[in-house]
């Protein structure tokens, strides 16, 4: 059973930093593209970040020189760095892997966590 835990979310005020991590645990051969989703009350979720197994890296334009993504495959961790963070940053932040079991696989199946809640006050 595979499964996706995320942390770090909290209250922070306007400007400030916080530190998300994402861990996958369970039989993993590997895992391809970890991505990064927020969805703010009343609104559609949407993708802040991703970053590919070989560590290139895609971030939001609404986010972009503010957040870095980053990962250690060897632990199979994900992390989202959210620097300078503003009241419209607030949202459920999830991330999602596409994770493959099989070694004969190179295509994997995309799992999701539960969501950690990211709050900034003005």
């Known amino acids: 059973q595979v499964q996706l835990v995320e942390s770090g979310g909290g209250l922070v005020q306007a400007g400030g930093s916080l530190r998300l991590s994402c861990v996958a645990s369970?039989?993993?051969?590997?895992?391809?593209?970890m991505r990064w989703y927020r969805q703010a009350p009343g609104l559609q979720r949407e993708l802040v970040a991703i970053?590919?197994?070989?560590?290139?890296?895609y971030v939001a334009d609404s986010v972009l020189g503010r957040f870095t993504i980053d990962r250690d495959n060897d632990k199979n961790t994900m992390w989202l760095q959210m620097n300078r963070v503003q009241p419209e940053d607030t949202a459920v932040y999830y991330c999602?892997?596409?994770?493959?079991?099989?070694?004969?696989?190179?295509?994997?199946?995309?799992?999701w966590g539960g969501g950690t809640l990211v709050t900034v006050s003005s």
């Open positions: 970053v590919t197994e070989s560590y290139s890296t």
């Open positions: 999602s892997a596409e994770i493959v079991l099989n070694p004969r696989d190179e295509i994997g199946m995309d799992y």
């Open positions: 369970g039989s993993i051969f590997k895992i391809n593209d």
